[in-house]
């Protein structure tokens, strides 16, 4: 139990693309999930978090114009780098919370590994 | 500013021995605490949690909570090469469900 799947699991776009990213609760329904960025031999950068049928709450330095997220239901959230750069090759990681279950745990995606040319 | 200390390593044992492996936390309003296990170039993976204090132990492994002292630490015994990874702490307060990870342990297990 408590799968969470990510897609693409790579992508490679041109500089200016937009790039979607969709994260899926495949045996639960999680009303909040998390997005995070992690550069190389760093460790996880919080993004944003998603919560199902609110707008997004983004940490300070997250721009929120250039990272839009949608968390359209129980099970799905999708974030989409617009006008991606170089500077935004990533590995972006979403997790989902287990609501009610133990201490709430956070269950993590595999993982979008985003180069940007 | 809640922050998550960990030693950054390489922690090195051979295999077979006991890995230890440290984290304090600022907040102490802190509840919950995890360990995930990061291989290299893949997403984190839910080792333990463990809210209260003393000792809960999994298999060969083994979380120790002391809030006073503001610590958790995880043991691995019987440490196998294919527990190489990086080990990261996590941290929850209450009325979140955000965490604040530790900038994680690299742990390296010698055959």
């Known amino acids: 139990g408590a799968v969470v799947s990510q897609h693409p699991s790579r992508v490679i776009c041109k500089s200016g693309t937009s790039v979607k990213i969709e994260c899926r609760s495949l045996d639960f329904q999680a009303t909040t999930m998390f997005w995070y960025r992690q550069f190389p031999k760093q460790s996880l950068m919080l993004m944003a978090t998603?919560?199902?049928?609110?707008?997004?709450?983004?940490e300070q330095g997250v721009e929120k114009d250039k990272f839009l997220i949608n968390h359209a239901s129980l099970t799905l959230s999708t974030l989409t780098v617009t006008s991606a750069h170089p500077e935004d090759s990533s590995f972006y990681i979403c997790s989902a919370v287990l609501a009610g279950g133990p201490r709430e745990t956070q269950y993590f995606g595999p993982g979008t590994r985003l180069l940007v040319l | 500013q809640k922050e998550v200390e960990q030693n950054s390593g390489p922690l090195s044992v051979p295999e077979g021995a006991i890995a230890s492996l440290n984290c304090t936390y600022s907040d102490r309003g802190s509840q919950s605490f995890f360990w995930y296990r990061q291989y290299s170039g893949k997403s984190p993976e839910l080792i333990m949690f463990?809210?209260?204090?003393g000792d809960k132990e999994d298999g060969r492994f083994t979380a120790q909570l002391n809030k006073a002292s503001q610590y958790v630490s995880l043991l691995i015994r019987d440490s196998q090469p294919s527990d190489s990874a990086t080990y990261l702490c996590a941290v929850k307060g209450a009325g979140s469900y955000q965490l604040t990870f530790g900038k994680g342990t690299k742990l390296s297990v010698i055959p």
């Open positions: 463990i809210y209260s204090n």
């Open positions: 998603s919560n199902e049928g609110s707008k997004a709450t983004y």
